[in-house]
Each structure stands twice: as structure tokens, then as C-alpha cells.
């Protein structure tokens, strides 16, 4: 694999930053971080259609997930949130983007992966998640039954999905895919007592404001004389 890991030190302020519901990043973050689990590779093909199929099942069983909508485009369901949230969370400095050429020369495949500052907000988020595991199997189910496919399978497969009698490969270019259902059973929702620190870890800048504390109270440790009686 060659390549180069787009994304380090999180910038303070992001054009992203409030331009998707909490819930979005929050899932986004998990969709990658238990893709990262099972040791898969999501390019950025596979990352449109599993999280559309994972979406599909959680629809079937009446439960809204996302607000994030999928079109009919050139290759099957697409959404342009999720492009638009890999940058948010590479300019974040959670999200590791390299350009694999390994397999096609002329068309390197966009590998999408949580990197460590990543991972370390889904860690400690776990018990979060913990309660939101019914809600967000449908990931677990579909990456795990789903995830190890390549890109052109997960296509064919997406196109030959009906909705009230109508293939996906049959819609119309540009159409609305339905993801979200009209009645939900249930719709994913960020409590309120964790609102606050959910919000806190997916603020980009937070991280470098403390990061800046820490190194102001590390310098004046270093400062003060030490040995002195009480």
C-alpha cells in the first residue's frame, strides 16, 4: 500500500463543524470505528454502500438512524454527507485518508480508517455506545456479514434492491433513495445527559486547547522549586 494519511493536528475552527446533527457524526464515528474492530477496508465506495445497507435494514424494522440522504447516482446510492463528513473528521484529525494504487495504477481507491485520536474518542464513548446497541447493530450485522466484499459486489447488490416494486438501478437518476421511515418505531436520539460531552469530544478544537493546558501546567511544574520545607 502506498499513499499518504491525510489529516493530524485538529484545526479550532472547521466549515463542517456545525453543519451536520450530532447524531451524524456520532454514527459516522461508529459505522468506521467497528469497521476498524473487524480489520475491514472501507474505500469510499464500500463506505456508501454498506452504511446505505445498513440503513435499508434499520428502515425495515421502522427505526430512523440518520438524517443523512442517499440519491440514485453513477454507481448506486450515494450521499454526499458522507463524503462531506470524512473531510470534517480527516480535518479533524480522527480520520486516516490514503490513496491505495496497489490494485489499479490509474484509479487508487480511497481508503477510509479511524486513526488513534479516532479510536481514542470511541473509547471513551464506550459505554454511550453500550446503550445505543440495539439501535446501532444494524452497523455490527452489516459489517460483519457484508463488510469483507468488495466495492463492485456491494454495487450489484444495491442495484438489485426493491422499493415498492422499483429497482434501485431502475430509478431515476438524481431520485431521493427513502432511508428514513415515515413513521418510525424509534429514532435515534443523543440523550441529554450525554449531549455535553458528546458534543465536547467532536469539537476539532477542543483537543488543542487542552493539549495547550497541558503543556502550560507541565512548564510550570518544571518551574518551581522542588525540596522546599512546609
Known amino acids: 500500500m502506498t499513499g499518504t494519511e491525510l489529516g493530524g493536528e485538529p484545526i479550532v475552527t472547521c466549515f463542517y463543524e456545525d453543519l451536520f446533527p450530532l447524531e451524524d457524526k456520532v454514527i459516522y464515528l461508529y459505522f468506521h470505528a467497528k469497521a476498524k474492530q473487524m480489520n475491514l477496508t472501507i474505500n469510499k465506495i464500500k463506505e456508501q454502500k454498506l452504511f446505505f445497507l445498513s440503513l435499508c435494514r434499520a428502515y425495515n424494522a421502522q427505526i430512523s438512524l440518520t ?17 462531506n463528513l470524512a473531510e470534517f473528521f480527516s480535518l479533524s484529525g480522527w480520520l486516516g485518508i490514503i490513496f491505495d494504487d496497489h490494485l489499479d495504477l490509474e484509479n487508487p481507491q480511497e481508503i477510509r480508517q479511524l486513526n488513534e485520536n479516532g479510536m481514542g474518542i470511541f473509547d471513551e464513548l464506550e459505554e454511550f455506545f453500550e446503550e445505543q446497541k440495539r439501535s446501532l447493530s444494524f452497523f455490527d450485522s452489516t459489517l460483519a456479514e457484508l463488510g469483507e466484499q468488495t466495492g463492485k459486489t456491494l454495487m450489484d447488490m444495491v442495484y438489485k434492491i426493491t422499493f415498492k416494486g422499483t429497482t434501485i438501478e ?3 437518476f438524481d431520485h ?27 469539537n476539532p478544537g477542543n483537543k488543542k486547547m487542552l493539549d495547550a493546558v497541558c503543556d502550560e501546567n507541565a512548564k510550570a511544574k518544571s518551574t518551581i522549586w522542588t525540596g522546599v520545607p512546609k
Open 67 to 83: 438524517r443523512i440522504e442517499f440519491k440514485r447516482y453513477h454507481h448506486g446510492p450515494f450521499a454526499k454527507d458522507l463524503y
Open 170 to 172: 431502475s430509478m431515476p
Open 176 to 202: 431521493v433513495i427513502p432511508t428514513i421511515p415515515l413513521k418510525p418505531k424509534y429514532t435515534f436520539k443523543i440523550p441529554k445527559d450525554w449531549e455535553y460531552t458528546i458534543k465536547f469530544l467532536l
